[in-house]
């Protein structure tokens, strides 16, 4: 009897170290990986210009406006659908292009430098599908809580507006047939 129960003890105790060692640690996302084709056919010209080969969309345009009258909402990647900011770290910049002062979801947004315009400017790129969304600046003296902006080409963003409260209630019953 006793024998049975230390066995099982001995296994039990096996099976958690097991677990505990032995396995990577999940990742939180899928990396997205297409080759060049198939960016060019999921893509608009615009959007594949800006994400696969790091351009950058002309400032105050149509995308910037729409931007600005955009209520609360998450904006994602418009590569791999990945969210990236959201609406509460929005700020108005004026500098022409969408700025948040943080990522709304940190883990799925990295930063390189790069030296294009002959001096380092600090790139933000989308981490699940690699994609070039902007660049971070610092210690501009925004009255932000991280005093940085990453300015974000609304190009290669999908706005996703939250749910008003109380919407999912109103939904409109087919009023029932009168016989
Ligand atoms: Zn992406």
């Known amino acids: 009897m006793g024998l049975v129960v230390l066995m099982s003890y001995v296994i039990g105790a096996k099976k958690n170290q097991k677990k ?7 990742k939180p996302t899928k990396k997205v990986i297409m080759d060049d084709t ?6 608009t010209p615009e959007q594949y210009r800006i994400l696969r080969k790091a351009g ?3 400032p ?3 995308v910037y406006s729409a931007f ?3 209520g609360s909402g998450k904006y994602a990647c418009a590569g791999c659908d990945t969210e990236l900011f ?9 500098c022409g292009w969408p700025s948040f002062y943080d990522p709304s979801q940190a883990k799925n947004v990295k930063t390189s430098v790069d030296y294009i315009l002959g001096y380092p400017r ?10 070039h969304l902007g660049h971070v600046f610092t210690g501009e003296g925004f009255d932000t809580p991280t005093d940085k902006r990453y300015c974000i080409n609304g190009t290669v963003l999908k706005f996703v507006p939250d749910q008003p409260p ?11 047939p009168s016989n």
């Open 38 to 43: 198939e960016w060019k056919e999921k893509l």
């Open 56 to 58: 950058t969309e002309r």
């Open 60 to 62: 105050y345009g149509e």
């Open 68 to 70: 600005k009258k955009q």
């Open 86 to 94: 959201s609406s509460n770290e929005k700020f108005d910049s004026k």
């Open 122 to 131: 600090t790139e933000v790129v989308c981490a699940v599908c690699e994609g």
């Open 20 to 26: 505990l060692g032995g396995e990577l640690p999940v």
């Open 166 to 176: 109380g919407s999912e209630k109103k939904s409109h019953k087919p009023a029932a």
